[in-house]
Structure formats: C-alpha cells, structure tokens
C-alpha cells in the first residue's frame, strides 16, 4: 500500500537587490548523494519533533550554513518516491537571507549559485521551481506577504 507523509520542506532562500531584482540560491547535488548533479533548493526532512517552519531553519542552515531573517510560507506540493512506494508533502518556504554571507556547504551538495529567477528556473532540475519562484514574486513583492503577513509570515 502507497504510504503518505507530510514530510518533507523545500526552502527557496531568497534576495532582493533592487525593485524587481530577486536572486535565489541553488545548490548542486553531489555525486554520491541523492539525484546526483541535480540543481536544487534547500530540501529535506522534517524531524519527528519539529514544526515545517522549524525544519525549514534546521535545514537552511545545515546545508548553506545561512541564518533567515524572515521566514514566509508559500505552498504545499505532493510528489511520489517510487523507491519507498510513497507520496510525500513538501511545504514550500521563502527564507530571505544576508547574500554577504558566505555559503557553507555540507557534503550532499557540491556548488551553489545565487541565480536571478529566470537563469534559475533555466538551470533547475525540478520543473516546480518555476511555479513556487512566480508565487514567491507575487506573494513578496514588496518584500513582505502585504495583507497576507499575518497568514504567511512565520514567526
């Protein structure tokens, strides 16, 4: 029988240079690790004892070594695992972080680029980055959620 979990996050960490000047940071899959090669964002599990939010900080900084200075919900998607027979619930985040900051990479990723959206979405291996990139631009526009801070903004 095909198992379901909410158990998963996708965290976009994003940057706003200017008016309209958005950059995500993507990471390149290792080889030996998951999907080898693959252009990503930060993603992975939620801990038994964490809330999406909390993981979405926990896995941020485990693989980036980045702290986020605003957290905002975004989406939910499903996708399926054959290998576990399993349809999964990521949450998608937007974390806004310091760029100046250096990235620190674990060993499941071996580069990482800051990519305005479209060179992004050119270079991401998953088709989804593009959906969750418009939402992130349209919900954060102004650089928060506008009237919907109170909804998405997580504290």
């Known amino acids: 029988m095909t198992h379901f979990s909410i158990g998963v996050v996708d965290v976009y960490p994003v940057v706003r240079d200017a008016p309209g000047a958005w950059r995500v940071l993507l990471l390149e899959r290792a080889r ?43 989406s939910a998607h499903p996708f399926y695992v054959g290998a576990t027979d399993t349809v999964y619930m990521a949450v998608t985040f937007a974390a806004f972080v310091d760029a100046r900051h250096a990235v620190r990479l674990g060993s499941e990723h071996a580069a990482h680029a800051w990519l305005p959206f479209d060179d992004a979405i050119a270079r991401a291996t998953w ?29």
Do not use: N
């Open 127 to 155: 088709p989804r980055l593009e959906s969750q990139l418009h939402a992130i631009a349209k919900l954060l526009a102004t650089c928060d959620a506008g009237p919907a801070e109170d909804v998405l903004r997580c504290p």
């Open 32 to 74: 030996g690790a998951r999907s080898p090669g693959a252009w990503e964002v930060v993603h992975g599990k939620i801990e038994h004892d964490e809330s999406p939010p909390e993981a979405a900080r926990r896995e941020l900084r485990e693989e980036t070594g980045l702290v986020t200075d605003r957290l905002y919900s975004i």
